[in-house]
């Protein structure tokens, strides 16, 4: 009788989850935020009512992902996203790089095939990355299924939505209009004519940027005015005004920026029927505007936490907008970033009273290297250049002196080290051979280090210094924590809230959404599913 029983319920489970098999969402959102960091959440959350607030309190947190490299730029941060490899596999190690061959600085999207479609756009393609991302392994076995990338900026776009989506389209902040090359189309569909008709810029962009919440609401990030931050017409402080004849521009460093970015995700998904088809889809979108924000006035200044604000306010109506159209719980919605920020060196030592400082490369590091240069070219006895600005060395030379490259490369080395700021260095055989003896941030490194692009040597510059050629603003680029961490959440389709403290990575993202579509993924990969996004 027993035996009978347990057979009954097991045929019941077996014709029950045949008959209602698990699904998958009709459409995945991913919505990278250009140098958004986690602290972010922490420190605005109580302020936050919209779509930022839904993600961290709905979602699967991730509250320890990082990139796990070094060359935490926009490029690789993007690419590493859609991927799922890290730089040294995708081949976007850098947002630039020097080709040798050519003596020319080679942009990450740069494609002279890629022409302008209709007039506009043109000069860009994925024609650099050597591996392809989770689009395209949806198209390769789903081919009616779409994929549509969106941003500010073209190489988010185009990184994110890989070798082959339906459309990748970035802003033009000479004419205000979302465009796009030859490479994805030879017509603009109607959707997105419609959208550049309507002169969103013209429309929308009030006069100033103002506080959108009491003035007392900001004072947790200290001054307004404060040395280092950008100047906007007269002072660094609200309000900002916006210039007729630069207003297309002044977008792209305010929250209208990110808010016309989702406004034409909703044409997107509109015109596509993204989502409302019987297949999933994908929607990448990048919000590029908190990056130039961020490099302007810094991660704790009262710009940012009012673009925060009011990009929360936008994001809540985007969410809303998706889920009404393709259904709440058809939507599976992926935030993270392409990299951290380093906080600006004045706010450290000012504010926080803690050390910190700008490193200006032009007066401080360039003299220095070419008294190396210099003091090298006397030992050597030549008058042939040995260390290039590039990261390159003469070898040549090195050989003609009858001098191994190991002890060209250790006299480099020295001399690079006894320059203030510069706390290591490593050359093209530490990085490509992983039997190097380990020492700190060279694992960052080698995961940053495509060969065929890269340098004979890399710098890893101090701890909290900023190295630029500015006096003011700030960046990232480092294998510091502060460039590495970056928010990580899950939400839709069914899933339950939870906090995951574990180390996890970006490059986990791809692999992870390939599972939940039940895609192979090639073994470019580098990451790992995450276990936790499980409905």
């Known amino acids: 009788m027993r035996q009978k029983f347990i057979l009954t319920i097991f045929f019941i489970l077996f014709f029950v989850d045949a008959a209602f098999p698990q699904q998958k969402p009709r459409l995945i959102v991913l919505i990278s935020i250009d140098q958004m960091i986690p602290e972010y959440f922490e420190r605005y959350d109580h302020q936050f009512t919209g779509g930022l607030k839904r993600l961290y309190t709905e979602g699967v947190v991730f509250t320890n992902a990082t990139l796990n490299y070094a060359s935490t730029e926009t490029g690789p941060g993007h690419a590493s996203l859609s991927t799922g490899s890290y730089p040294a596999t995708s081949g976007i190690h850098a947002n630039e790089w020097f080709d040798q061959k050519t003596r020319k600085q080679i942009y990450c999207t740069a494609d002279t095939l890629a022409k302008a479609v209709e007039g506009e756009g043109g000069g860009s393609s994925p024609k650099n990355l050597v591996v392809t991302a989770f689009g395209d392994w949806l198209k390769a076995e789903s081919p009616v299924s779409k994929v549509v990338s969106v941003a500010s900026k073209d190489r988010a776009a185009i990184l994110m939505g890989g070798k082959r989506p339906n459309h990748a389209f970035w802003y033009d902040r000479k004419t205000g209009h979302m465009v796009t090359s030859t490479y994805?189309?030879?017509?603009?569909?109607?959707?997105?004519?419609?959208?550049?008709?309507?002169?969103?810029?013209?429309?929308?962009?009030?006069?100033?940027?103002?506080?959108?919440?009491?003035?007392?609401?900001?004072?947790?990030?200290?001054?307004?005015?404060?040395?280092?931050?950008?100047?906007?017409?007269?002072?660094?402080?609200?309000?900002?005004?916006?210039?007729?004849?630069?207003?297309?521009?002044?977008?792209?460093?305010?929250?209208?920026?990110?808010?016309?970015?989702?406004?034409?995700?909703?044409?997107?998904?509109?015109?596509?029927?993204?989502?409302?088809?019987?297949?999933?889809?994908i929607l990448c979108v990048g919000l590029s505007c908190t990056d130039y924000v961020g490099h302007s006035f810094g991660p704790n200044s009262h710009e940012i936490h009012d673009h925060l604000l009011r990009v929360d306010q936008a994001l809540g109506a985007f969410i809303d907008h998706v889920e009404k159209i393709v259904g709440n719980g058809n939507v599976l919605f992926v935030l993270s970033s392409d990299h951290g920020v380093m906080p600006l060196p004045e706010y450290t030592s000012k504010v926080k009273k803690e050390s910190a400082r700008r490193l200006l490369v032009d007066s401080m590091i360039v003299p220095k290297v070419a008294e190396l240069e210099q003091q090298l070219q006397k030992e050597m006895k030549t008058s042939e250049w040995l260390v290039s600005r590039n990261g390159f060395l003469n070898y040549g030379v090195?050989?003609?002196?009858?001098?191994?490259?190991?002890?060209?490369?250790?006299?480099?080395?020295?001399?690079?080290?006894?320059?203030?700021?510069?706390?290591?260095?490593?050359?093209?055989?530490?990085?490509?051979?992983?039997?190097?003896?380990?020492?700190?941030?060279?694992?960052?490194?080698?995961?940053?280090?495509?060969?065929?692009?890269?340098?004979?040597?890399?710098?890893?510059?101090c701890e909290n210094c900023l190295p630029t050629t500015r006096p003011t603003g700030t960046s990232h680029g480092s294998a510091y924590r502060y460039d590495n961490h970056i928010p990580l959440i899950v939400m839709g389709w069914g899933l339950q809230a939870s906090r995951v403290t574990r180390e996890v990575h970006s490059v986990d993202v791809a692999p992870t959404l390939a599972r939940i579509l039940g895609l192979t993924y090639p073994k470019t990969v580098d990451g790992s599913p995450l276990n936790e996004v499980r409905r």
């Not at 090195?398 to 203030?420: C, H, P, W, Y």
């Not at 190097?436 to 490194?445: A, D, I, M, N, V």
Request: hydrophobic share 35%.
């Open 184 to 281: 994805y189309t030879q017509t603009i569909p109607d959707w997105a004519k419609k959208f550049n008709d309507g002169n969103w810029v013209e429309k929308n962009l009030p006069g100033s940027w103002w506080k959108l919440r009491p003035v007392g609401d900001y004072e947790m990030n200290g001054p307004d005015e404060l040395q280092g931050e950008m100047i906007w017409g007269m002072s660094s402080s609200f309000p900002h005004q916006f210039a007729i004849e630069k207003r297309n521009e002044q977008t792209l460093t305010s929250p209208w920026g990110d808010m016309l970015t989702m406004d034409f995700a909703k044409a997107a998904i509109e015109g596509e029927k993204l989502g409302q088809r019987a297949m999933t889809d």
């Open 398 to 461: 090195a050989k003609k002196s009858k001098m191994s490259e190991t002890a060209f490369e250790q006299k480099v080395r020295n001399g690079l080290l006894n320059i203030d700021g510069i706390a290591d260095v490593f050359f093209k055989r530490e990085l490509v051979d992983k039997k190097t003896k380990q020492r700190p941030y060279l694992g960052h490194f080698q995961r940053s280090y495509y060969a065929p692009r890269g340098e004979d040597f890399q710098v890893l510059f």
